[in-house]
RNA sequence: GGAAGGGUGGCAGAGUUGGUCGAAUGCACCGGUCUUGAAAACCGGCAAGGGGCAACCCUUCGUGGGUUCGAAUCCCACCCCUUCCGCCA
């Protein structure tokens, strides 16, 4: 969430920012257009409220004195009665006024870091780099690959759950038990992160904090009989690890990964990847999560990304880094870079990864502060990105890996991780 | 799910005949004295959020209601934690 004091005070260095996402945005009906007049509102209802709580609270004093010696206070009681009453008519008004304000405020995304790209849409993100060598020969899609190696099974999923899930056998199976295994080593053990494991399940507060909701409560399964839901990424339960305390500067910058099953209802992408394992309602991922001084959020955010192409770099996966335009950008995020693993089979780079600061949007929200060296309280930016997703990681390392008598090629580094097998070979049945 | 106990500042922990309690005390932390330096000891400071140039004011003792001129303290509901019982991977 914005920071209050900046929106009155910038407001339109803001704004200006805002905009970058596109013109609606910031439009008269939009939450920053309506947020202004209920912050004078809710600001204007405050200070008369205070001013009769201030009257209450000096009587309230004067007349326990009084009575403490003895003396009469019948006038003054009789005098606040009245008080009490209008007090609690204005309380109730103000809430209203700060409740919705605070409503609003949780809509409003995060303005773009000054350094972001502009642009529109996707067409508009800023290419940074390539690795590897994308191959260019004819590749069937994954679906076909591992349909035939009998280690997808798409029918069975269906059957199961619907669409958009899928069965892994085999050694399917055991590649992706493997990525994740691997992947949390080489964060662990080679980039110093501390590992956790969350719960899959959080409530409102926690889904609120790192911005899930109130906006995109249509993304996420919730839980019919608590208010409760499935987490669509582990940013959420990990990041959120930390709210409403207070952290010690010293212990900065935190630097977690966690591997968790995600869920996404996916609403809105109705017929968009729906063959294969590219987009699913259930995916597995390992995420890494950091919480860092504001001042030194990008320089985090280039150790988070390398952290995420070392995953890719290590699976020998061709990929390309390239920066999110400012209309691009989710809305929580301050700066993006996306990593996009080569799909021979479409011809294309597909994202396999995100990596975001978030500045001190989600560290405002979800109470997450340090002390700074004045020892006074301030929230802490966070950030975080795929390290990486294991279904699309699996996709690409059947793409990347088929060979054209239809077995495949492990990469060597995975190796180690299910059970020294080189390759799969074609099914003989 | 049932029973009992409990939720107070960064942490620990007082405070339930309602009233100078935003809250004793200890630890931690910051500043100072002392010391070659450090430790110890001693002195001082130290909750968060909001409003105001400031003096100062308001809010917050799990959450939400209620009673009252006034609630950390009384009443109601809910949430969470601990222990015991039940159930269970």
Same mark, same amino acid.
């Given at each position: 969430m914005i920071d209050r004091r900046e929106f009155r005070k910038s407001f339109d260095a803001m704004q200006a920012q805002l905009a970058r996402r596109g013109a609606g945005v910031v439009a008269d009906g939009s939450a920053w257009g309506r947020a202004r007049k209920l912050d004078v509102r809710q600001r204007e209802l405050k200070t008369e409220l205070e001013a009769l709580q201030a009257e209450r609270n000096r009587v309230s004093k004067l007349i326990g004195q009084k009575k403490a010696q003895g003396e009469d206070a019948a006038a003054e009681l009789a005098a606040m009665q009245d008080v009490a009453i209008r007090t609690k008519a204005l309380d109730a008004e103000a809430k209203a006024a700060e409740d919705a304000f605070a409503t609003i405020l949780l809509e409003i995304p995060n303005p773009p870091h000054a350094s972001v790209p502009d642009g529109n849409?996707?067409?508009?993100n800023v290419e940074i780099h390539c690795w590897g060598d994308p191959r260019q020969d004819a590749v069937p899609p994954h679906w076909e690959i591992g349909t035939a190696l009998g280690i997808l099974d798409f029918e069975a999923g269906a059957k199961l759950a619907g669409s958009r899930f899928t069965v892994l056998r085999g050694m399917g199976s055991r590649l992706v038990r493997g990525l994740m295994q691997f992947m949390l080593d080489l964060h662990v053990d080679k980039h110093g992160c501390g590992e956790v494991w969350v719960p899959a399940i959080v409530n409102r507060k926690t889904m609120t904090g790192t911005g899930q909701l109130p906006k995109f409560a249509d993304d996420l399964y919730k839980l019919e009989d608590e208010d409760a839901y499935l987490i669509p990424t582990a940013e959420v339960p990990v990041t959120n690890l930390y709210q409403d305390t207070i952290l010690d500067a010293d212990t900065l910058p935190i630097r977690h990964c966690a591997y968790t099953p995600c869920f996404r209802r996916?609403?809105?992408?109705?017929?968009?990847?729906?063959? *294969?394992?590219?987009? /699913?309602?259930q995916f597995d991922k390992v995420e890494l999560v950091h919480l860092t001084r504001p001042a030194q959020v990008l320089d985090d955010l280039q150790i988070l990304t390398g952290h995420a192409e070392a995953v890719l770099q290590a699976l020998e996966l061709p990929y390309r880094l390239i920066e999110l335009c400012a209309g691009d950008l *989710?809305?929580?995020? /301050?700066k993006t870079f996306d990593l996009e693993v080569w799909l021979p089979s479409q011809n294309t780079y597909r994202e396999i990864s995100s990596c975001s600061s978030f500045g001190q949007f989600q560290g405002r929200r979800a109470g997450i502060r340090y002390r700074d060296e004045n020892g006074k309280p301030q929230p802490v930016a966070t950030l975080n990105g795929s390290g990486v997703a294991i279904g699309r990681c699996l996709v690409a390392i059947l793409e990347n890996g088929w060979q054209a008598d239809g077995s495949l090629l492990i990469p060597a580094a995975l190796q180690p991780y299910v059970g020294g097998q080189s390759h799969i070979d074609v099914a003989v049945c």
């Open positions: 849409d996707e067409n508009d996916e609403a809105g992408s109705a017929g968009q990847d729906v063959r *294969g394992m590219i987009r /699913q309602h *989710g809305f929580s995020a /301050q």
